[in-house]
C-alpha cells in the first residue's frame, strides 16, 4: 500500500470517504426543518433555521485559521481521525436533542471539530501528488464532498419514513466506525511528520505562528486569492444551505422531494465538473503557467448564467438548468483552489494559508445563509439568488487581472 505510485491515491480514497461524511452531516439539516420543526417549534419561522446554519459557518470560518496553523505543525492523520470522530459523535447525539438550544449548541460544537479536517485533508492531498495530477487527485477528493451533500438531501426522505432522530444516530455511527479504518490505514506524508516530530513542543509559539501569517499577508497574490475564493462562496453556501428551499417555493415541490432532487442535482453536475476541471488543469499548466487560473475562470464563467437561471426560473426545467450549470462550474474552480495556492504559497504554510481562505469564505456563506433566511420570510429568495452573479463577475475579472505566477509549484 505504500508503493510511492499507488499510496497517494490510496490517500484519495481513503479521504474521500470523509470527505463524504464531512458534507453528508453538516448538509442533511437542511433538508430536516419541516421534520424537526414538529418537535422544536422555533424551527417554524425560517429566520431561526437561517440562524441555526449561520452559526455552524460563523464557528467553522473562525476555527478554520486555527486548523490550518495546527494541520501545518502535527501530524495530520490523527488532527483528520480526530475531527472525524468528534463531528460524528456530535450528529449522533443531535439525534438526543429536544430543544432549539441543545441543537444550536451542538451545531457549534460541529463547526469546530470540522474545521479541522479541509486544511490537513487538502494539503496532505497536495503534498502526496505533483503537479502533474494535483488538480485531479484535488477533484476527486471534492467529489466526495459532493457525494456527501447529495446523500444529506436524503435526510428529509429517511425523517418522514423512520424518524429524525433515528437519521442523526444512524449517520454519526457511520463515521465514527470509520475513523477506525483510518487508524489503521492512514498515513501523513514523510516529510511534513518528521518535520513535526522534531519540532513538537515548539511551533506554536506566537513568534512562529507570527511569522507565517506575516509571510501570507505580504503577499499581494495571497490578498487576490482571498477575494477570488471568497466571492463565489457567497453563492456556493447560499446553494448548500438554500436550495432545496428554493426548489421547493419555485417548483411548488414537497420538501421531501425538492431536498433530494436539488442536492442530487448540485452533487452529480459537479462531479462532472471536479473531474474535468482537473484533467483540463493539469494537462494545461505543463503548457500554460496560468492554465490553472484560466480553467478556474471557466469555471466561475459557467456559475454568472447558472445563478440567473436559478433566481430569475420559474419552470422545472430553467430550474433544473441552473442547478446543473452551477454545478459543474463550481466544480470546476473547487478543483483548482488548492493547486492554484500551490503555486504562490510553499508547503509548509499551506494549510495556514487555506485555513485563512476557508475562513474567508465561510464568513461570506455565514453572511449570506443569514439574509437569505430572512429573504425567504420576505418572499425574494429568487430574486437575491440571482443578484449574487453580479459578485462573480467581478471576482473572475479580479482573478484574469492579477493572478500571474511564475512557476508551477512553488518553491522556497
Not at 494535483?134 to 424518524?163: C, D, W
Not at 477506525?180 to 512562529?208: C, M, Q
Not at 448540485?266 to 465538473?273: R, W
Request: aromatic share 12%.
Amino acid at each position: 500500500m505504500k508503493n510511492k505510485n499507488i499510496y497517494p491515491w490510496v490517500v484519495v480514497a481513503l479521504l474521500w470517504v470523509v470527505a463524504l461524511l464531512n458534507y453528508m452531516d453538516r448538509q442533511m439539516l437542511s433538508t430536516m426543518r419541516d421534520a424537526m420543526m414538529v418537535d422544536i417549534k422555533e424551527l417554524e419561522l425560517a429566520a431561526n433555521f437561517g440562524r441555526l446554519m449561520a452559526v455552524f459557518l460563523w464557528i467553522y470560518g473562525l476555527m478554520s485559521p486555527v486548523a490550518g496553523i495546527i494541520a501545518d505543525r502535527i501530524n495530520r492523520k490523527w488532527l483528520i481521525v480526530g475531527s472525524l470522530f468528534v463531528w460524528s459523535a456530535v450528529t449522533l447525539l443531535m439525534g438526543y436533542a429536544t430543544s432549539f438550544d441543545q441543537i444550536y449548541i451542538l451545531r457549534a460544537v460541529m463547526g469546530v471539530s470540522e474545521a479541522l479536517y479541509i486544511p490537513a485533508g487538502l494539503s496532505l492531498i497536495a503534498d502526496y501528488h505533483t503537479d502533474k495530477s494535483r488538480s485531479l487527485a484535488i477533484g476527486i477528493h471534492m467529489t466526495g464532498l459532493y457525494m456527501g451533500q447529495a446523500l444529506g438531501g436524503f435526510g428529509a426522505t429517511l425523517a418522514e419514513n423512520y424518524s429524525w432522530e433515528v437519521t442523526f444516530h444512524w449517520f454519526g455511527l457511520v463515521g465514527i466506525v470509520y475513523s477506525i479504518v483510518l487508524i489503521l490505514f492512514l498515513k501523513d506524508k514523510k516529510d511534513h511528520s518528521v518535520e513535526a516530530e522534531k519540532a513538537a513542543g515548539s511551533r506554536f509559539d506566537l513568534s512562529s505562528v507570527f511569522k507565517s501569517f506575516t509571510m501570507l499577508l505580504t503577499n499581494i497574490s495571497f490578498w487576490v486569492i482571498l477575494i477570488y475564493f471568497a466571492a463565489p462562496s457567497l453563492p456556493g453556501w447560499a446553494t448548500k444551505n438554500w436550495l432545496p428551499t428554493l426548489f421547493s417555493e419555485n417548483l411548488s415541490m414537497d420538501m421531501a422531494q425538492a431536498g433530494p432532487l436539488s442536492t442530487i442535482t448540485i452533487a452529480i453536475s459537479s462531479f462532472i465538473g471536479v473531474i474535468a476541471g482537473g484533467i483540463l488543469s493539469d494537462k494545461w499548466v505543463q503548457r500554460n503557467v496560468r492554465g490553472r487560473i484560466y480553467t478556474g475562470a471557466i469555471g466561475l464563467g459557467l456559475t454568472i448564467p447558472a445563478l440567473l437561471f436559478l433566481g430569475m426560473g420559474q419552470s422545472f426545467f430553467t430550474i433544473l438548468a441552473g442547478g446543473i450549470c452551477f454545478g459543474i462550474g463550481y466544480g470546476i474552480f473547487d478543483a483548482n483552489n488548492m493547486p492554484i495556492l500551490c503555486q504562490f504559497i510553499s508547503s509548509r504554510n499551506r494549510a495556514t494559508a487555506y485555513g485563512v481562505m476557508n475562513m474567508t469564505g465561510v464568513f461570506a456563506g455565514a453572511a449570506i445563509t443569514d439574509i437569505l433566511g430572512r429573504s425567504t420570510d420576505n418572499g425574494d429568495l429568487g430574486q437575491n439568488f440571482a443578484l449574487l452573479a453580479i459578485i462573480v463577475f467581478a471576482a473572475l475579472a479580479i482573478q484574469l487581472l492579477f493572478l500571474k505566477p511564475k512557476m508551477v509549484d512553488f518553491k522556497d
